[in-house]
């Protein structure tokens, strides 16, 4: 499917429809073209005012985008590849749209689905699917981001309930969301106890005030969990999560939708910039046939296209089930975002002084990757997992 | 009602075309391909239809493999069941022998509603409606702008005339109906409905199938040649009073510009 510009498109630069099936194809299209009517004409003015378009999420909702891989429990069931088109749809539209995306399906759904009960799956994930559910994840903390092993927040069993207290910051969706997924320290001080709990945010002594003065994913709502002495049900634990490495099984969820996301942000900033450069003449004639500029285009396409077929590989490698390690996704989200960053700054310098209006989507895309090359592990430290992968040397 | 829907599957609508190397068609390697433009507001007008009087709809596609897509999508879309006409023959056929094929392939089902494109994105020809009407004796409306289920099993249509009439009629059924774009806001599929679109009952014939011998499906028209439109950097100056220049601009843009 084309960008709607009549020029060329980086689908047929890579064939990449004759590796796909007609599912997948579909499910790209039809996410594609919802993009396209729906959702990008009003974010540049959600990007402006620090807004998320709530009143697109049953739409969201309604085409199946939450929570897609998961097999049941009103999902759409689909596999990974087409569940990666569809983040790379997203993010074409917004880093902020496809955050809100990931974490309701991979960083809340998910656990829920692998870590939950039967009861607590039949609770949450039908109605988080429907949209009518939001949920947030809270690991960061003001004194623990790449070291989440550091965190304080505890939870403390007193009868039949456990009592929570601790901050959660930079919490993607926390402001708007009626369930928040906390990870926590049972009973000590020790990252081996970490537990994920269900909590919902209606619950005395919880908190979730808005992060303001973003400049970066600004369509997207980011914010603290504030808990003090929170009372949950003993079965709000989420029973089969069993240390650190539960939560870091959810990001990788997460990190494997991001690492086909910014292909999106880089290709919206690539489309925007070739038509640009065919349009925009100086010394006579269009950019686009300048030589420099000429370069600028093709390392961009190049590493897209790269970039693409990763991913693409990796995607058929976790449906297969095997041969797919927690390193192949750092290597992806890691490269990935850093790509696209750097075409999105490219793409912004393609534009001249129109680059730095949000009327243009290079800007936006520029600034929001942004947080997206510093979460879900920063660019350093999924350096540190390859490298420990490398030389078995831990460096962290 | 029982509602028969064509979708033929074409080259993406913004696809970048190039022509082949002889010159007797774009090539089509590498392309994308999707549901034509009017089959997809012809698939959500059936569906529409099937939702206020009850019944089904089928659809069905004449092509080659890459046809699937385009039918899974309108049975994701709602569609209940599918007939593919299995060929990479009559992709260049003229427009009387795709009708013919497609008829033989549904005469047998008793539909009562028959809802076709106005016109494919690729070839263009207006004319596989008609003679679909002509070859299952069907009576047939063109360029039709809405549609609605009134008393009696009739449809009361609103199509376009010449001179930018507009006529509304109540039409007994069976009937075919050639619809144009725009009509109405076609559904997404939902994500779900593409995963289950192929459990949905589906048959494949082929011409074989269908009785037709190589001779009875010869193309009666041999594409000679294409070509891009001559390109001439004119401005061109709209008159007018500014509303009606502004209708005049906007219609420029979506038909000839192709940019909305
Ligand atoms: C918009 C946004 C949304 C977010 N949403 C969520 C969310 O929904 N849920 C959630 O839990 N978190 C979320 N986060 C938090 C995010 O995951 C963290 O910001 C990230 O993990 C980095 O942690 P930090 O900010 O504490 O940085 P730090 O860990 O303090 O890192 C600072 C710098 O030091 C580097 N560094 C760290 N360790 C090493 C080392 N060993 N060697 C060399 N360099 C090192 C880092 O790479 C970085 O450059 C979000 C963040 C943002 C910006």
Redesign the interface.
């Known amino acids: ?9 980086l ?2 630069v890579i ?1 990449i ?2 590796k796909l099936s ?2 997948e ?3 790209r ?3 594609r ?2 993009i396209r009517e729906r959702f990008l004409p009003g974010v540049p003015t959600h990007f402006e005012n620090a807004t998320f378009p709530m009143e697109l999420v049953p739409e969201i909702a ?4 939450f929570g ?1 891989n998961i097999q049941g429990y009103g ?4 596999n990974n590849v ?1 569940y990666g088109l ?1 983040m790379q749809e997203l993010e074409y539209g917004d880093s902020g749209l496809r955050s809100f995306v990931s974490v309701q399906g991979a960083l809340c759904m998910f656990p829920i689905f692998r870590f939950g009960s039967e009861e607590q799956r039949q609770k949450y994930l039908p109605k988080m699917a429907a949209g009518e559910l939001i949920g947030c994840f809270g690991l960061t903390e003001p004194g623990a981001g790449s070291d989440p092993g550091a965190m304080t927040t505890r939870a403390t069993r007193d009868g039949n309930e456990y009592v929570i207290s601790g901050q959660k910051m930079w919490i993607t969706n926390s402001p708007a969301a009626h369930l928040a997924i906390v990870w926590a320290k049972v009973d000590s001080d020790d990252a081996s106890t970490i537990r994920g709990f269900i909590v919902d945010t209606d619950k005395a002594g919880i908190t979730c005030p808005e992060t303001h003065h973003k400049m970066s994913l600004r369509a997207s709502l980011t914010g603290e969990i504030v808990m003090d002495e929170v009372r949950v049900p003993a079965d709000a634990i989420l029973p089969e999560t069993k240390g650190l490495g539960s939560a870091l099984a959810c990001l990788n969820q997460a990190r494997f939708g991001i690492a086909w996301g910014v292909i999106g942000a880089a290709r919206a900033c690539f489309d925007e910039a070739l038509a640009y450069a065919k349009e925009r003449i100086v010394f006579d004639r269009p950019i686009a046939s300048k030589q420099l500029i000429q370069q600028q285009l093709v390392d961009s396409a190049t590493q897209i296209a790269l970039a693409q077929w990763a991913v693409l590989h990796l995607g058929r490698l976790k449906d297969e089930g095997k041969n797919f390690a927690p390193y192949h996704v750092s290597l992806v989200k890691r490269n990935n975002c850093a790509m696209a960053l750097d075409i999105a700054r490219v793409s912004r310098s393609i534009l001249g002084g129109n680059g730095i209006s949000v009327e243009f989507a290079a800007i936006r895309h520029m600034l929001n990757l942004e947080s997206v090359y510093t979460y879900e592990g920063t660019n350093e430290v999924h350096t540190l997992i390859l490298g420990r992968y490398l030389t078995g040397e831990n460096a962290f | 009602m029982k509602i028969l829907c064509c979708v033929k599957q074409v080259p993406e609508k913004d696809a970048r075309l190039r022509i082949a190397e002889d010159g007797s068609w774009i090539q089509e390697e590498g392309l994308s391909f999707a549901i034509s433009e009017c089959d997809r507001y012809g698939v959500e007008a059936a569906l529409r239809l099937k939702e206020s009087t009850g019944g089904d709809v089928t659809v069905v596609s004449l092509g080659g493999d890459r046809a699937t897509k385009g039918i899974k999508e309108a049975l994701a879309m709602g569609a209940d069941r599918a007939i593919h006409v299995n060929t990479d023959d009559l992709m260049m056929a003229d427009a009387l022998t795709i009708a013919k094929v497609l008829a033989a392939a549904v005469k047998d089902e008793g539909f009562d509603v028959v809802v076709a494109g106005q016109q494919s994105d690729d070839l263009g020809y207006n004319a596989v409606g008609p003679a679909l009407a002509h070859h299952l004796n069907m009576s047939h409306v063109q360029i039709v702008l809405s549609l609605e289920a009134v008393d009696g099993g009739k449809l009361r249509v609103r199509h376009e005339l010449d001179n930018n009439l507009i006529e509304t009629v109540d039409v007994p059924t069976p009937v075919v109906l050639g619809v144009q774009t725009g009509i109405n806001d076609v559904r997404y599929a939902s994500l779900k409905g593409i995963m289950g679109a192929a459990s949905k009952p589906q048959v494949k014939k082929t011409l074989e199938d269908l009785g037709f011998s190589a001779a009875d499906v010869a193309s009666r028209v041999q594409m000679q040649g294409v070509a891009f439109p001559e390109r001439s950097s004119q401005a061109e100056m709209i008159e007018g009073d500014p509303a009606q220049a502004a209708r005049t601009l906007v219609m420029k843009l979506k038909t000839e510009a192709k940019v909305l």
Do not use: H, K, P
């Not at chain 1, 309604?62 to 985008?65: A, I, R, V």
């Open positions: 499917m084309n960008t709607g510009t009549n020029q060329v498109s689908d047929d064939s429809d004759a007609d599912e194809t579909l499910v299209d039809t996410t073209r919802w309604e085409l199946g985008l897609a999902c759409a069931g689909m087409s569809a």
